[in-house]
Nanobody
Framework: QVQLVESGGGLVQAGGSLRLSCAAS????????MGWFRQAPGKEREFVAA????????SYANSVKGRFTIFRDNAKNTVYLQMNSLKPEDTAVYYC??????????????????WGQGTQVTVSS
């Protein structure tokens, strides 16, 4: 059974940084892409970033490109989201997710089958 557990959220001032972590268990981590999504109050859940199983393919939403970095440590079964130059509009609950299909790095939330519980990120102005 796949389990995803996020950590690292919190309150930060605009311009600051946070690093989110997502620890995965239940199957061979390196075979599966990982994605980060976020959902702000009253808005739909949206794609933030994704990384392939090997870590060699990266994908970002335009709104975070150049500020956020996704990377993974397959030895630790963990994916990270380094968030720099944070803005108030980055405030949301952040979720990590994993698709059921191997060797595939999707951007659509509908192609992700397993989700963490979410971690709150609040950026004050």
């Amino acid at each position: 059974q796949v389990q995803l557990v996020e950590s690292g959220g919190g309150l930060v001032q605009a311009g600051g940084s946070l690093r989110l972590s997502c620890a995965a268990s239940g199957r061979t981590f390196s075979m599966y892409a990982m994605g980060w999504f976020r959902q702000a109050p009253g808005k739909e859940r949206e794609f933030v970033a994704a990384v392939s199983g090997s870590g060699g393919v990266l994908s970002y939403a335009n709104s975070v490109k150049g500020r956020f970095t996704i990377f993974r440590d397959n030895a630790k079964n963990t994916v990270y989201l380094q968030m720099n130059s944070l803005k108030p509009e980055d405030t949301a609950v952040y979720y990590c997710a994993q698709p059921d299909r191997r060797y595939y790095t999707p951007r659509s939330l509908f192609e992700y089958d397993y989700w963490g519980q979410g971690t709150q990120v609040t950026v004050s102005s």
